[in-house]
């Protein structure tokens, strides 16, 4: 016999998991309510990924689907990286 009461089935808001991928597994992970942003990358790359950078590590970034320019961001991150 089935049950036919109404449930929670969620927020049906779109959330996005961001982390980072190294060699021995993820790091860093960082849920985002709604969708990934200039302000929301740059954000994981301050309180994310930089401190769990070591000296040496190299980082690629792939190209953010972001609605800002594409020099702003490299700005950004080169002015965070170089804070370390």
């Known amino acids: 016999m089935a049950a036919h009461e109404p449930c929670q089935h969620g927020h049906w808001r779109t959330t996005t998991c961001v982390a980072d991928l190294r060699l021995d597994g993820l790091d860093a992970p960082m849920p ?31 190209c953010p689907g972001v609605p800002r320019s594409t020099v702003e961001l490299k700005t950004n991150i080169t002015a965070v990286m170089e804070a370390l």
């Not at 954000?43 to 690629?60: C, F, K, W, Y």
């Open 32 to 62: 985002i309510d709604g969708l990934m942003n200039a302000d929301a990358f740059l954000a994981h790359i301050r309180h994310g990924l930089s401190p769990t950078l070591q000296p040496g590590e190299v980082v690629i970034i792939p």
